[in-house]
């Protein structure tokens, strides 16, 4: 006889529903889903779990900004833009969060789930030796042919990789959709030297937008992508079974901050709907609307950050050495 469903963040009880029906926002996938809050961290997860396949047709084709087609000069210019305004200074917000929070100046890096390496670019440019590891070849190769960066392709608990090899391993908008995070963070700590970091940003439950907005918020309707919405507390005890400490916390950039609410309110804005849009002014018409309602949410994703109530969180662990143990975690701007 089967037990009860646990949490693969803390390995807890799952309790009562905490939203039904939920549907997948980019409408690939016809379930309907349910998350469950595990009665000891507080995360939401989904029961049941999506099978294989289910995982694996729920991710489109142009799952990034990178990896949209830009044949048309009006799409090219579009593209620029988004970089210069949105995507470039959120990247240059992870670099100089990432520096002072670990000191790091530079080193081995692993970006984990980085897809296209634009975000990896950013850390390269900033003195890291970048290395990117995605299962999906299409967007390694644009890693490789417009970031020149150094690629892996496949998983990370089987990559042909020697231990101890990196400084830093990070891990964005990845953690909620990993089925089994123990084994993926238990394999970065062993690819990490001895007192070496693992960056773990992602949407947290416990923020004003899962608040406000509920099932409507991204959080939920990237489900079945969306396998847990984490707590702080479901990280902490995640990082903790995988032998790393977590030494601060943080919120995530505002600007990204108000991107996610943004796409909750206006699902259509998303790259994965916006750029296969046959027609460009439609394309144009849909990303405009979110850029738009993104820079009017601003100042309360701003206030959100400073108030501790982000819906992003960022988390840093570090491996110990061989004779440190556990110390307190610290919150950082």
């Known amino acids: 006889m089967k037990g009860p469903r646990r949490c693969v963040l803390c390995g807890g009880i799952l309790g009562e529903p905490l939203f039904t029906n939920i549907r997948d926002r980019l409408r690939l996938s016809d379930r309907l889903w349910t998350f469950r809050r595990c009665q000891e961290c507080g995360s939401g997860m989904l029961d049941p779990m999506p099978s294989q396949q289910e995982l694996l047709v729920a991710y489109p084709e142009y799952y990034s900004l990178d990896q949209a087609c830009y044949a048309h000069r009006v799409h090219r210019l579009l593209y620029a833009l988004e970089t210069h305004l949105f995507y470039g200074p959120i990247y240059h917000h992870s670099v100089r969060q990432v520096q002072r929070v670990t000191g790091l100046r530079g080193g081995r890096m692993l970006d984990v789930g980085g897809g296209t390496g634009h975000r990896a670019a950013f850390f390269q440019k900033a003195g890291f030796d970048c290395t990117v590891l995605d299962p999906d070849e299409r967007a390694l190769r644009v890693a490789r042919e417009r970031f020149g ?162 819906s992003i969180g960022v988390f840093f662990a570090q491996k110990p050495l061989q004779s440190e143990g556990s110390s307190s975690t610290h919150r950082t701007e």
């Open 149 to 310: 960066l150094r690629t892996i392709s496949g998983l990370l608990e089987t990559a042909d990789l020697p231990p101890g090899t990196f400084d830093l391993i990070t891990f964005y908008h990845v953690v909620e959709h990993l089925p089994e995070p123990v084994k993926t963070l238990q394999a970065a700590g062993q690819l990490l030297r001895p007192g070496g970091w693992v960056v773990v940003l992602g949407p947290v439950i416990t923020g004003w937008q899962s608040r406000w907005l509920g099932a409507r918020w991204i959080g939920f309707t990237e489900a079945p992508r969306h396998i847990t919405v984490p707590s702080p507390e479901g990280i902490r005890r995640l990082l903790a079974r995988a032998g790393l400490y977590l030494k601060a916390q943080a919120s995530g950039s505002p600007l990204d901050e108000a991107g996610i609410f943004a796409l909750s309110l206006l699902p259509s804005s998303s790259t994965p709907v916006a750029y296969t849009a046959t027609r460009t002014a439609v394309r144009m018409l849909y990303r405009l609307s979110g850029a738009v309602l993104t820079l009017l949410l601003l100042p309360v994703a701003d206030l959100a950050c400073r108030v501790h109530r982000a």
